[in-house]
């Protein structure tokens, strides 16, 4: 099926640590995201991608950093230096023709604790 | 991007229309009215888009009105599975645009 995986489905964090969250898409899109989402909020961008070895920060890059080596491939690590990691994370990505750009497709989504 | 005005919720009987409102008064002209709904734990889903003419699709309808100050999705049989935030977003066409997603208005549908 075409889609966008999420892995793992739940992450604990003790202090200290980093941790990696995978993202991966067989959709061919260009363009991929990272979001946090915390309780009873809507959802704040972390980083995006929008071509292969590119990547930006969002609203709330700090603490956090990306690779995008492949087109099919975006993880997201969360560094020690995040004080509050305790989130649900989204992954997503878009095509980029016209007219779809702005059309997201999100995983399932991460949850991460910290310990 | 324009700032979109969503009631905090609403809820509606299963089985019939779900009119889900949502203010833009400052939308300028090359933004689109988007439209995504998050089911509790689930990532949000893009439900449909649009920028003058009103929209169809297999999930909803949008109307937009004719100023484009405001907009309402309709969900025409509204189930249990609707149940979620709906999210009203208003954004520039032709351009990886960052999503913002304000808080959204919760729609309960009950049985």
């Known amino acids: 099926d075409g889609g966008i995986t999420q892995s793992p489905k739940y992450l604990f964090r003790k202090e200290g640590q980093n941790v990696t969250l995978s993202c991966e898409q067989n959709l061919n899109h260009d363009a991929m995201y990272w979001y946090r989402q915390d309780p009873g909020q809507g959802l704040r961008l972390i980083y995006y991608?929008?071509?292969?070895?590119?990547?930006q920060k969002g609203d709330i890059a700090e603490g956090y950093s990306v690779s995008r080596e492949k087109k099919e491939s975006f993880p997201l690590t969360v560094t020690s230096a995040q004080k509050n990691p305790t989130a649900f994370y989204l992954c997503?990505?878009?095509?980029?023709?016209?007219?779809?750009?702005?059309?997201?497709?999100f995983g399932a989504g991460t949850r991460l604790s910290v310990l | 991007d324009a700032k979109t005005t969503q009631p905090t919720s609403m809820d509606c009987a299963e089985g019939r229309a779900a009119n889900l409102p949502c203010n833009h008064s400052?939308?300028?002209?090359?933004?689109?009215v988007y439209w995504y709904r998050q089911i509790h734990s689930q990532g949000p889903q893009y439900i449909i888009h649009?920028?003058?003419n009103n929209e169809t699709n297999e999930m909803a309808s949008l109307i937009i009105t004719e100023d484009r100050k405001s907009s309402t999705l309709i969900l025409p049989h509204a189930t249990l599975r609707d149940t979620a935030v709906y999210y009203c977003?208003?954004?520039?066409?032709?351009?990886?645009?960052?999503?913002?997603f304000g808080k959204g208005i919760t729609l309960s549908v009950r049985p």
């Open positions: 977003i208003a954004l520039r066409g032709g351009a990886n645009s960052k999503l913002t």
């Open positions: 649009g920028l003058k």
């Open positions: 997503a990505s878009s095509p980029d023709r016209e007219g779809a750009k702005n059309i997201q497709y």
């Open positions: 991608s929008q071509i292969v070895n590119d990547f």
């Open positions: 400052t939308i300028s002209g090359n933004e689109y």
